[in-house]
Nanobody, 119 residues
Framework: QVQLVESGGGLVQPGGSLRLSCAASGLTFGSYVMSWYRQAPGKERDLVAAIRNTGGNTNYADSVKGRFTISRDNTKNTVYLQMNSLKPEDTAVYYC????????????WGQGTQVTVSS
């Protein structure tokens, strides 16, 4: 079955950096748009960044532009989120998402990884 396993979350001070990874299995990775979402307590799950299956096109939430970078390695079935200049408002559970480029019902989520930005 499809599995998305996130790693790399943790506690970091404001201004610090973290790199999240999401390892995918059970799917044809190169056929999926990969995204990172986040959900803070009491708030909705929001899109943070997305990258097309070929890796050529990316998009970001306005709140993270210039600070976060999404990338993917199709040879390793892995998507990354490099997060720099972290702020307390970035604190949330970060979720990896895989959505097929054509068959939109093929939409999968990871279990989430906690990111806490605090001094």
């Amino acid at each position: 079955q499809v599995q998305l396993v996130e790693s790399g979350g943790g506690l970091v001070q404001p201004g610090g950096s973290l790199r999240l990874s999401c390892a995918a299995s059970g799917l044809t990775f190169g056929s999926y748009v990969m995204s990172w979402y986040r959900q803070a307590p009491g708030k909705e799950r929001d899109l943070v960044a997305a990258i097309r299956n070929t890796g050529g096109n990316t998009n970001y939430a306005d709140s993270v532009k210039g600070r976060f970078t999404i990338s993917r390695d199709n040879t390793k079935n892995t998507v990354y989120l490099q997060m720099n200049s972290l702020k307390p408002e970035d604190t949330a559970v970060y979720y990896c998402n895989a959505k097929h480029t054509i068959l939109s019902h093929l939409n999968f989520w990871g279990q989430g990884t906690q990111v806490t930005v605090s001094s």
